[in-house]
C-alpha cells in the first residue's frame, strides 16, 4: 500500500523517486525502520528516511516535519508518507508491560466521566460529546446528523470504504455502544490505508517545469497544556485547547480567517469529535455547534463544506495514513479536480489531524495563482 501511494504521489507531481532528497514516513502500528522497509520497495537511493509516530496525527506530523525541512532550505523536494495496517476492533495500547502514554487520559476520564468498561477512545470522544451535550442541550440526534452528512459525501468517493448513505434516523438505530451518548455508526471503522504526498519549494517547481498551483500557507503543531487536565473538561482531554491554539497560529501566519475558508477536512474519528471541532477552528461561536449542523452550514449549500472525502467516518481511519489522505483530498479540491465531490470556487482549504497524547496539526492551503 505505501509503494502504491509513493508512485501515485510522484506520477501527480511528474517527478521520479531519484529527486526526493528526504522522506519522512508515519506508522503507529509498526516495528522501527519499517518507513524504509516500505520505501525500499520503490527505490534504495540512499537518502535520509526519518520515522514518525504520534498517534491518529501521525500523517500530518510528517506533512509538517516535510515542510519544515523545506522551509529551513535542508531540501527543496521531500516525501510525506504515511501508512498503517490495523487490526479489527477498538483501538487500544500495545505495550502491557510499560507505563502507558493515556494514564493520565485514562484517570481524567475515571474522575469526569467513569464508565471505565467502555474502550479508550470512545470513552475519552464519547465523554467530550456527553460534555457538550451537558452545557449546551446538545441532542444525540445531531451527532446523528454529522455521520449522514458524511455518508452523503461519501457516495462520490471511490476510496471511502463505506459509501452507502445513511439516514439519521438510521444512525439513531444503529446498536448503542455507550447510552444516551454514542451508536455504533457514530464511530469510525479501524482500516489498513496508506497515502503519500510530495512538497517542494517554490524555486524547484519552477526549475523543473512542476505543478505550482496548490501550496501550503500556513502549518502549525501543538500539544498538550496545563488545561488539558487542569479545566477538567473531556472537550479539553481530547485536544479542544490544542485546535484552538493550533488555528490560531495558522489564522495569524496566514492572514486569512475562518470566515475565507471554503472546504475543510477535519478529525471525524467519532461524530462527536467533529461537532466539537467546528467550534475549535473558529468555525461556529463555542455552544453553537448544533445550530451550525441544524442550519446545513456543515455541508454543500452551506456555509463550509467539511470533510467532503467523507471523512473518517466513511473513509476509515489508517492512523498512520489518515493526515496526507486528508491532504490529498484538499489538494484535490483547490485544484478542482474533485469530480462528483468539488466544492464550488474553493480556493482556501483548512486541515485539521488529532492524535491524543497529544499532537495536533492544523494547515491552510490555497490556490490563487
Known sequence: MAAAATHAALADAGIGYD???????????????AGQRALYEVGMTGIPVVNVNNNCSTGSTALF??????????????????????????????FGDRPSPFERFDAAADELVGNSEVP????????????????????????????????????NNPLALFRKPVTTEEVMASPMMWEGVMTRLMACPPTCGAAAAVLCSEAFAKRNGLKADVWIAAQ???????????????????????????????????????EDVNVVELHDCFAHNELITYEALGL?????????????DNTYGGRYVT?????????????????????TELVGQLRGTAGARQVEGARVALQHNLGLGGACVVTMYRNDR
Open 220 to 258: 502549525a503543531m501543538t500539544t498538550d497544556t496545563a488545561k488539558t487536565f487542569g479545566a477538567r473538561d473531556m472537550r479539553e482531554v481530547v485536544g479542544f485547547g490544542m485546535t484552538q491554539d493550533a488555528v490560531r497560529q495558522v489564522y495569524e501566519a496566514s492572514g486569512v480567517g475562518a
Open 120 to 155: 479508550l477512545a470512545l470513552r475519552f470522544f464519547g465523554g467530550a460529546g456527553l460534555a457538550h451535550m451537558q452545557q449546551y442541550g446538545t441532542r444525540l440526534e445531531t451527532f446523528a446528523k454529522i455521520r449522514a452528512k458524511a455518508s452523503q459525501h461519501a457516495v
Open 19 to 33: 529527486q526526493i532528497q528526504q522522506a519522512y514516513v508515519g506508522y503507529v502500528y509498526g516495528d522501527s525502520t
Open 284 to 296: 461556529c461561536p463555542v455552544g453553537g455547534a448544533e445550530k451550525f449542523v441544524n442550519d446545513g
Open 65 to 94: 516535519l516535510a515542510r519544515q525541512a523545506i522551509a529551513s532550505g535542508a531540501a527543496e523536494c521531500v516525501l510525506a508518507l504515511g501508512f498503517e495496517q490495523m487490526t479489527p476492533g477498538a483501538l487500544k495500547t500495545a
Open 307 to 327: 470533510n467532503p472525502s467523507g471523512g473518517l467516518l466513511s473513509k476509515g481511519h489508517p492512523l498512520g495514513a489518515t493526515g496526507l489522505a486528508q491532504c
